[in-house]
């Protein structure tokens, strides 16, 4: 009788070869030998929101002329991964964060380029100063050492440097640099894992992003791939030294933008490919809504002078990301399976190439401009407008990008 009823109730012994299969994929899942591309990481793909991909596609304007690719490509091995780029009081620069540790600054073609800053007392040039290889992947090994100074921004009251560093939070350096002195390392108690970019608010206070309490600089493919949205939008309050949180549970908060009239800020979330506002006066206070869906994987925003906003995207996003974002088991999947993670990689965007975005305050798009073919620029991090010129930073090559603008 007993034995009767456990048959009934399980399909699974009445079918062998069912049972195999489920065995099979219970196996897969489980990945008990780390068979799979993280070898036993405990990857947690989740569903996440990315705006539809042939509608985006469909209403984002082309540069046809492909204008990027008559920029020019400066300091060729002279500077490693310029992540974000900033110029002082007096004009000098640009000053940039490198894959090295070091914050540098080029100080014309007599001096040349000078370290400024450094922004943990680890750093040694034993074990950080490795000129060009710093943006390979054996670099990285030693980040959490060295840091990772990504956003920059000068205050422009008394001319102190304040720095987004990937490790080490965020810090603030004197006009005339050195080692740089942490103001923000800890949020609620705990670590801030990713510090990415900064702008100073006409109060002093400092809004920042941590854009993941999930995986630090070194291992950010995974955030972007899991879709994870664990990171956060921060403000540093320098007359009480105290951090809050502004804005939680962000897919990869990344590049932040005060307006011209201090009303709202712009931030991009690049695992959802979007550039958001969060508004700090008026009547939608603490509101946030999405300015726009963008073709790529956006880094900072940067403001010109006439208050309109740069956005740099890495181009493109593909129609499987949009599938992937809605089936995320489909991702967890994939990775409990001895294939390639750069082949998932591939899935979910396009070969990159670079495409630079102007919005105005309303949100409506100015201007594009492409290298479509991808030979200029790749990976592009920044896009800083200063004196008729776009100064355009990369995290993971050794150059700037010029170029003459309007
Ligand atoms: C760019 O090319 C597309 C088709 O390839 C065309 O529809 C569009 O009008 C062109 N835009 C400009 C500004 O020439
Ligand atoms: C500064 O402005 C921000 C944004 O409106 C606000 O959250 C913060 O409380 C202000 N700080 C002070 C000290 O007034």
């Known amino acids: 009788m007993e034995k009767k009823i456990l048959l009934k109730d399980e399909p699974l012994l009445q079918h062998p070869l069912l049972l195999l299969f489920a065995l099979v994929i219970g196996f897969i899942f489980m990945d008990p030998f780390h068979f799979g591309p993280l070898g036993g990481h405990d990857y947690r793909p989740v569903k996440h929101d990315v705006a539809p991909y042939k509608q985006v596609m469909a209403s984002w304007p082309k540069d046809n002329r492909s204008r990027l690719g008559s920029g020019k490509l400066e300091f060729v091995n002279e500077v490693y991964g310029p992540e974000s780029l900033e110029f002082d009081l007096l004009g000098r620069g640009p000053y940039t964060g490198m894959a090295d540790g070091r914050v540098v600054r080029w100080m014309g073609d007599s001096l040349g380029w000078e370290t400024f800053a450094t922004v943990t007392p680890t750093w040694s040039e034993k074990l950080c100063a490795n000129g060009i290889q710093s943006?390979?992947?054996?670099?990285?090994?030693?980040?959490?050492?060295?840091?990772?100074?990504?956003?920059?921004?000068?205050?422009?009251?008394?001319?102190?440097?304040?720095?987004?560093?990937?490790?080490?939070?965020?810090?603030?350096?004197?006009?005339?640099?050195?080692?740089?002195?942490?103001?923000?390392?800890?949020?609620?108690?705990?670590?801030?894992?990713?510090?990415?970019?900064?702008?100073?608010?006409?109060?002093?206070?400092?809004?920042?992003?941590?854009?993941?309490?999930?995986?630090?600089?070194?291992?950010?493919?995974?955030?972007?791939?899991?879709?994870?949205?664990?990171?956060?939008?921060?403000?540093?309050?320098?007359?009480?030294?105290?951090?809050?949180?502004?804005?939680?549970?962000?897919?990869?908060?990344?590049?932040?933008?005060?307006?011209?009239?201090?009303?709202?800020?712009?931030?991009?979330?690049?695992?959802?490919?979007?550039?958001?506002?969060?508004?700090?006066?008026?009547?939608?206070?603490?509101?946030?809504?999405?300015?726009?869906?963008?073709?790529?994987?956006?880094?900072?925003?940067?403001?010109?002078?006439?208050?309109?906003?740069?956005?740099?995207?890495?181009?493109?996003r593909t129609p499987m990301q949009e599938v992937l974002a809605h089936y995320p088991w489909i991702k967890s999947f994939y990775f409990r399976l001895p294939l390639k993670m750069s082949f998932l990689a591939r899935m979910t965007a396009m070969e990159m190439y670079t495409v630079i975005s102007l919005f105005n305050d309303k949100g409506e798009i100015l201007e594009v401009l492409e290298d479509q073919k991808g030979e200029v620029m790749k990976l592009v991090s920044e896009v800083k407008e200063v004196n008729g010129k776009l100064w355009i930073g990369t995290v993971a090559h050794n150059h700037i990008a010029t170029l003459p603008y309007p």
């Open 135 to 316: 943006t390979k992947g054996k670099q990285s090994k030693h980040e959490h050492r060295c840091g990772r100074p990504l956003g920059l921004r000068f205050d422009r009251n008394n001319g102190d440097l304040y720095i987004a560093d990937a490790y080490f939070g965020l810090l603030v350096v004197g006009p005339e640099g050195g080692l740089a002195t942490p103001l923000a390392t800890h949020v609620d108690g705990k670590h801030i894992l990713f510090a990415n970019d900064l702008d100073i608010h006409k109060n002093g206070s400092i809004f920042f992003t941590d854009t993941s309490k999930r995986y630090n600089r070194v291992n950010h493919f995974f955030s972007l791939l899991e879709g994870e949205a664990t990171g956060r939008l921060l403000r540093y309050d320098p007359t009480t030294g105290t951090t809050h949180v502004v804005l939680d549970e962000l897919a990869f908060p990344n590049g932040v933008q005060i307006s011209k009239d201090h009303s709202f800020l712009l931030f991009t979330e690049t695992t959802n490919c979007r550039l958001m506002k969060y508004w700090l006066e008026g009547p939608r206070t603490g509101q946030v809504d999405i300015v726009a869906n963008l073709p790529g994987y956006p880094d900072n925003v940067r403001l010109n002078e006439r208050g309109e906003f740069w956005v740099a995207i890495d181009c493109c």
